[in-house]
């Protein structure tokens, strides 16, 4: 059997800014990072800004600094998702956090609770119960005695079996002398 390889990432070609306002860049910098830092850096400095003025000389690097590790640690691409880059992969842990899980497999359908679906920060409540414990956010990862979270399954569990099919050049060969005989077979048919 034959193994394939797809190269499309090594396609993935990324634009460069070499000069910005008349400077320089010299090899230039990713665009991704320039937009990601065209957002990130205002929204931090316009939020620090509002809720603790301008930073004495002590604090100009927490004033810095953290929007610049945001911006190049999060234009990289992920190492779990190639696809996408770290910023995109935290934002998509952030929803997750405060989004309804519903568990299909293993428990059967489960039916919405009355609050709306179950919060995932209160599954990781469930399982690191020192969160209930901290101030400030205790109600995000506890659950509130009115409330219940928890609902029984009903109905059979869902099966899900799905079918890999892989085709290579081979298989892909195959076919197509499969095709082309049952054409041939058809033709002599018909006269």
């Not at 939020?47 to 690097?61: E, I, K």
Request: hydrophobic share 40%.
């Amino acid at each position: 059997m034959r193994s394939s390889q797809t190269f499309s990432r090594h396609w993935d070609i990324e634009t460069r800014q070499h000069e910005l306002l008349g400077l320089d860049l010299g090899e230039g910098l990713p665009r991704t990072t320039l937009r990601y830092g065209a957002v990130i850096f205002p929204a931090y400095w316009g939020l620090w800004l509002l809720l603790f003025g301008f930073p004495p000389q002590p604090l100009a690097p927490l004033f810095l600094l953290p929007p610049l590790f945001l911006t190049y640690y999060g234009a990289k691409r992920s190492a779990t998702y190639w696809r996408r880059t770290n910023l995109l992969v935290w934002a998509i842990r952030l929803n997750y956090l405060h989004t309804g899980v519903r568990p299909v497999i293993g428990r059967g359908r489960i039916p919405a609770p009355k609050p709306g679906m179950r919060l995932r920060a209160r599954r990781l409540g469930e399982q690191v119960p020192q969160l209930a414990e901290l101030p400030g956010v205790a109600p995000l990862f506890a659950d509130s005695g009115d409330q219940v979270d928890r609902a029984e399954s009903y109905g059979p569990p869902a099966q899900i079996s799905p079918r890999l099919r892989a085709y290579g050049p081979d298989a892909v060969a195959r076919a197509r002398s499969k095709y082309l005989k049952k054409q041939r077979r058809s033709k002599r048919a018909e006269k």
